[in-house]
């Protein structure tokens, strides 16, 4: 049997996991709710100098090989990732000279980049809205149901061992 300190820090522990379960799955399901207004996004307009694939920072998740935009007279850069790693039909339509309209993030991100919303020339739309955000809200999904259910089992296999071990072994009753 255990202590009652044991069995305190042990349960304890328990609420501990599930709160980190539940707050996996809260930030996982909250990505894949991700809605972006183009009215309140910030807008550069401007003319390409650079376009090309660069390996990026993605956060936690590593170095992403993504499409980056530079602008003649602005600093920053744009970025826009795709799962698949095809910018063929970005390469085609965006060349260096090309007049655009890039709907990004307010904020630079950890790999010193503005995240790109919509990008477009003229009347056509090179990278929409939709596929951002359908993009987000399938990473939202992959890491909210597969990350919460893994914390899920670890924890049930905890329990069970920690219940296992506190049984009395069975003794055989001889005759």
């Given amino acids: 049997m255990y202590s009652t300190w044991s069995n305190i820090k042990f349960y304890v522990g328990v609420v501990l996991w599930l709160l980190i379960i539940f707050a996996v799955f809260l930030v996982g399901w909250g990505m894949s709710f991700t809605n972006v207004n183009l009215a309140t996004s910030p807008k550069t307009i401007g003319i390409i100098s650079f376009t090309g694939a660069k390996a990026t920072s993605a956060g936690r998740a590593g170095m992403a090989n993504s499409f980056v935009i530079r602008l003649v007279n602005d600093p920053n850069g744009y970025w826009i990732y795709r799962a698949s790693g095809n910018y063929s039909d970005l390469y085609q339509s965006l060349t260096p000279e090309t007049d655009v309209t890039i709907f990004h993030s307010a904020n630079i991100g950890s790999n010193g980049l503005y995240t790109v919303y919509q990008l477009q020339h003229g ?19 992959l890491i909210a149901l597969p990350g919460a259910m893994l914390l899920l089992i670890m924890m049930v296999f905890k329990v069970r061992k920690r219940l296992r071990i506190g049984r009395q072994p069975k003794t055989a009753i001889s005759k």
């Fill in 123 to 141: 009347n056509h739309i090179d990278y929409s809205k939709d596929e951002y955000e359908g993009k987000e809200k399938w990473a939202g999904r």
